[in-house]
């Protein structure tokens, strides 16, 4: 029970103050690019914040490392790699693409794929089917009462 | 004592729902017509004991009982009383206890609602229900009982009400969002009702139509309720954050929009039977999913219940009965299931089924993304994230698509539109669109990127095919003003629920381009300026609340040089938990919203202090309001009511 | 026929996402194995904690199986796992500590009060070893090997019954640099 109530302070306690330090950038451009990696990063040690929102130790300790490497002028790869090789994968709210992720990247676009070619097949089988006679629908005479009552009700 | 009469009720509630769910069922297939009749009854009764045992945990709140577990953890004496009553669903085991008399609520509607239904399929819909309410008791009961008790160690106070969660937005987003997942509990027993029945026709649909309407406005207004409790309550300025709880609400509003126009479909056209059943079966499944991932703790998430593995195998148990039952029952009845009418690939119904794949193609992904991290982890490939960024990188594309396609659809003919009268319809929305789209880009403070500038085309495409489509159905009348005022109710629906999907386009795309923030360091009388505005910071009072002590921020606002309003952005420490909030300061527009939030102190007379300048974020809520408008009024059609009163006369007379 | 077979894809499709769920109920999705996993400990040249004047490297890790301990005076879990840490030294494990975004001051005082169980204390005021090993936590406790690689990550205290685990972990180290 002790433990239940703990992780109930724990898990609620998370996200209730919103991180907000005041870094000062050379530029507004260098400003967005912090504002876009703190976003896409992860904290490892929230519930599921990235840095850039996580009011943690640890997301402030890493966001202080991001402005210090933008700052010097080191690219996003750099600083996505440096991360990556501290804390894994698992920092990255944008899954690299690998034989790993390939389902998940692309296989919305092969299912959507897939979904067209099945309509289209549909729609052509329809229209064939219908031509040589409209009454090739199998359904019984008692559905076809029921169905057409309700079809009328409509019309009236 | 009224605690344990809530447990009992509860018992008493169990043993109803277990008659429902069995004695109309056996009724239903053998013809015993008194078994039937007994649906009705059982579902009153079983409401007024889940209703009765909600008020005595009710009651245990407003009492202060904190012998009580439930209330002591979520409920403080110094609590003002309205929070004290939305507390009662502000933890695991009470918003269950919400989530069930939601679904006592909807099957005693479906039990008064329903007169013109015939006796055995009102029995099985209503048996459905009583099975789906008995493994939901049996999971209160065995598992998150609100009643247990703190004996003998009755605490002084409670811990309080999380304070995030001591806000107008709990107050209603969860009930509203309920509404909805539950809701969707009736179109399934419908389906599940017309598979057991054998009788898979166009007449199932018309009789779930109003219902599945109606739980899918809730569901959206619940989940615009919720985005915007996010945006002003977290401190953030985020309105949606693609996390698994959102993620778990999504799921079943997606599928619940291909449901309501599959619905639409196979009344009119007596096609897609089979995909609209799986259709219905789908989204009460994704309802109850997000249940299981909201409280099993499986996935990480910075607003999921308290995660307890045991609850976590109880849900997965009812769901394999619920979902896996219901499944195996289509695998078999569905085969036999035809179509009786035919289309060709340019028709309104080609459109709509294109309309539906994408929605399910779109839910998918989102289940995709959502799961991806548990699925590399169960094959022991290692841990990884998808975020945001993987979400809109593949939903904005997706949704314009269905925008696209929307607008398509609005256009095209039922079976059949001939490819020449197509263009003729198209091209000149089409062009209405772009030239309006362009006029807007033009307008804009940057130029912008490639898919806000597609976003608002779409839009605006939306806008002009339903505009279209209404000069068609009236421009050949006598009077078209009077037949554009006299079209069905169902219709304005429609095209008041589109419209709410332009507004939510335009407000994601500009808010997500336009947006300007910055983190700042500010002593008294430091500035900052964004568009035309400018923030001028005063300093911090101090401020005691009832239960809670409060930093606030005296920050100015001048609009063009002159003095515009005054924000007052708080950082509070509730007292009983020792957690602190920031509250932000909101001056809310039609086209703009500022938003201040404070930091910490940074010595001396500094804070940091986060400014914020969001345009047209309030069109995000207004499209979701515009939306469920649009179901409501949808679900009032008069034919409803008219074949209501039809049928009642008809039963009468007969009678 | 096909369409026999369609009509099952939906529970086939259920079935295999049930599964998972069902699996993921025994995965905590919070544990995080260390990045740094075989990887040489990360370069650093820091001060000791209890001689001040000698400097620490990589170097003064290697030689033997041993455990290293992330901690801090801040930490309340690290108070909790000390006396157990002191309970292992006493049965002749090696384990240096790295004392984490601390107070040197109030980290000798809690060496003295509390006993060292440290062959040495790396002194990493800024985090900044912290952060090249990726801890997100203390207490963090690796097992390294005799030439300094990082083989486990435990995140947490450690109580007798994590101690099994790294002791299994030693023991296959142990056994693989010798063989």
Redesign the interface.
Known sequence: MRALLLTILVVLAGPSLAAIDAYEFKDEQTESRFQELTAELRCPKCQNNNIADSNSPIASDLRREVYRMVQSGASDEEVIDFMVTRYGEFVLYRPRVNEMTWLLWYGPFVLLAIGLIVVVVIAKRRKRSAEPGADSSGLSQSERERLNKLLEQDKK | MIPELGEYALIISLCLSVLLGTIPLVGASTGNGLWCGYARPLSVALFSFVLFSFLCLGWSFLQNDFSVAYVA?NSNSALPWYYRLSAVWG?HEGSLLLWLLILAGWTVAVALKSRNLPDDILARVLAVMGLIATGFILFVLFTSSPFERLLPRIPEDG?DL???LQDFGLIVHPPMLYMGYVGFSVAFAFAIAALLSG?L???WA?WSRPWTSVAWAFLTLGIALGSWWAYYE???G?WWFW??VENASLMPWLIGTALVHSLAVTE?R??FK?WTV?LA??AF?LSLLGT?LVR??????????????DR??FI?AL??VT??GS??L??FK??EV????????F?R??FL??NN??L???C??VL??T????????LN??????????FN??FIP?SLLLALSLGVGTLMRWKQTEGGSLAAQIWLPGLFATVLAGICIVMLPSLPGFYTSIALLMAWWIVFTGCRDLLNRVRHKSNPLAAALSQPRAYYGMMLAHGGVAVLIVGAALVSTYSE??????EPGDRKSFADYEFVFDGIQHVEGPNFTSDKGVIRVLYKGEPYTELHPE?RLYTA?G????E?AIDPGLFRDLYV????P?GGDAW???VQYKPFVRWLWLGGLLMTAGGILAAMDL?YR??AQ?ELARSESMG | MMRRALVFLPLAIFLGLGFFLWRGLSIDPTELPSARLNDPFPAFELPSLTEPNKTLTPDDLKGEVALVNVWATWCPTCKEEHAFLNRLQREGITIYGINYKDEPVKAREWLKRYLDPYRSVVLDEEGLLGLDLGVYGAPETYVIDAQGVIRYRHVGAVDSQVWEQLKTVMEQVEAGSNG
């Open positions: 953890n933890g811990a999380n304070p995030l009788q026709d166009a007449a018309r977290l401190g953030w985020g996390d698994p009119k007596g096609v089979s799986l079966i789908f499944s299981f099993s703790g499986v996935l990480t998430s910075v607003h999921a219940f308290a995660s307890d593995p976590g195998f997965l769901l394999a979902i896996g499944l195996l289509y695998a569905a085969s035809k179509s009786e009418s035919s289309f060709g690939l028709s119904e080609s089924l294109i794949v994408l399910t193609v779109i998918a992904m995709l993304g799961l991806y991290p548990l699925l590399i982890d169960a490939l290692g841990k990884l994230s998808v975020g945001p960024p993987y990188a593949l997706l923030q910055s983190d700042l360091r500010m950082k938990r957690n602190v909030m920031t932000a939030a404070l930091g910490e940074l940091a202090v986060r034919r008219r074949q039809r």
